[in-house]
């Protein structure tokens, strides 16, 4: 990796670390850079069909991961995918992950500590204006006309939306459109809340999922977390 690649790594690591608790490992690594191999196993789950900027992705995905494990002080063991094509994550831990085109991050916690982890990572760019009646509410879309940046914004909900169904189908393994929550949103504090619009077992509706969100270095990042009782 290039010093140049590496410098915007840690800047964007120190941008995403706040937006997790404390105990969460959190990795960032780019797909543009020179990523090991995955291992075997993880390896076995790419398409021999699966094109370069898939195998980029899924390396640097992997390697984030792992580094993730190593700061836990978990062994490294292998990220496998299920059916659906989520993570599987290794006995005991609990994580997210997200990639894009230029960055991947891993965040992992220690299963008993955090029940569900949600991370998404965009590239810093405008929604398509096609798009807005598919991922935005009437009342999404009515905050948005009052900001000075709309577009831009709406990928900020499209993030939020992505990371929070992430956190909760660990729980609830239900398939859902980006109608079923609504965003709400507290710009100057990087926070928002993701509000379940209609009952999604164990989740009813009402239910509220608080997450963190930043910009920067090119991107748009959001995270989610579920913590376990004390």
């Not at 008993?112 to 810093?124: K, L, M, Q, R, T």
Request: charged letters at 25%.
């Amino acid at each position: 990796m290039t010093a140049t690649l590496a410098t915007r790594d840690q800047k964007r690591l120190e941008m995403i670390r706040p937006l997790f608790a404390t105990d969460l490992a959190v990795a960032v690594t780019d797909p543009l850079g020179r990523n090991p191999e995955p291992l075997p196993p993880e390896s076995a789950c790419l398409s021999p069909r699966a094109i370069d900027k898939r195998r980029r992705e899924f390396a640097a995905g992997r390697h984030a991961a792992h580094q993730a494990m190593q700061m836990l002080d978990h062994p490294v063991a292998p990220v496998l995918l299920a059916k659906d094509r989520s993570p599987i994550w290794p006995d005991g831990l609990v994580g997210g992950l997200t990639h894009t085109r230029s960055c991947a991050v891993a965040v992992l916690g220690r299963h008993g500590a955090v029940h569900a982890v949600g991370v998404d990572a965009e590239e810093d760019t405008p929604l398509k204006e096609a798009l807005l009646a598919e991922i935005c509410s009437d009342r999404e879309r009515a905050w948005l006309a009052t900001q000075a940046d709309p577009l831009r914004l709406a990928k900020l909900i499209f993030s939020a939306k992505e990371a929070a169904y992430k956190c909760q189908y660990r729980l609830s393994e239900t398939l859902f459109g980006f109608d079923r929550f609504e965003t709400e949103w507290d710009l100057p504090r990087g926070q928002f809340r993701a509000c379940f619009t209609a009952d999604t077992a164990p989740f009813e509706k009402g239910d509220v999922l608080r997450g963190r969100f930043a910009i920067g270095h090119g991107l748009i990042v959001t995270g989610t977390e579920l913590r376990a009782p004390s």
